[in-house]
């Protein structure tokens, strides 16, 4: 006689919230995170409620503020230094029409703000905050 393996249940609007968010365990000495299930792996629940996982989705209003801070400075550099970063930033395929995207938006009341978050992300990134690449690419 084997005894049945109980199947992991939980309520539905447990459920539901859990099935929301992407959620990580704390990151460990190199900084890796694994990616957890608490909606569908029992584990990963306790993990959940003992408060070792992380919602990446969720940011705090002074986070994203913050954030935005960041990456919304005022910063004017010559077409020339722009020319530099972008050909370090992009892959070759990408440099001319990036360029010229960013001349554009420099020039432009409303899209200099993706211009000045190349400008920030690039200087971060360039301080050594290799997540900040991604920033510049967008």
């Known amino acids: 006689m084997s005894i049945a393996k109980q199947k992991f249940?939980?309520?539905?609007?447990?459920?539901?919230?859990?099935?929301?968010?992407?959620?990580?365990?704390t990151a460990n000495e190199n900084g890796d995170?694994?990616?957890?299930?608490?909606a569908k792996y029992e584990k990963d629940y306790l993990a959940f409620k003992e408060g070792s996982l992380r919602n990446l989705l969720k940011r705090s209003k002074k986070k994203t503020k913050e954030f935005r801070m960041n990456?919304?400075?005022?910063?004017?550099?010559?077409?020339?230094?722009?020319?530099?970063?972008?050909?370090?930033?992009?892959?070759?395929?990408?440099r001319q029409s990036s360029y010229k995207c960013l001349i554009r938006a420099k020039k432009s009341k409303k899209a200099v703000v993706a211009y000045f978050n190349f400008l920030n992300a690039y200087?971060?990134?360039?301080?050594?905050?290799?997540?900040?690449?991604n920033i510049c690419c967008m």
Not at 33 to 38: D, E, G, T, V, Y
Not at 79 to 89: A, F, P, Q
């Open 123 to 133: 200087e971060i990134y360039k301080n050594g905050n290799d997540s900040y690449a």
């Open 71 to 94: 990456l919304d400075k005022e910063v004017f550099v010559p077409d020339e230094m722009l020319l530099t970063y972008v050909n370090e930033i992009f892959s070759e395929r990408y």
């Open 9 to 25: 249940k939980l309520p539905r609007k447990k459920k539901k919230f859990l099935k929301k968010g992407l959620w990580l365990y």
């Open 33 to 38: 995170s694994l990616s957890a299930k608490p």
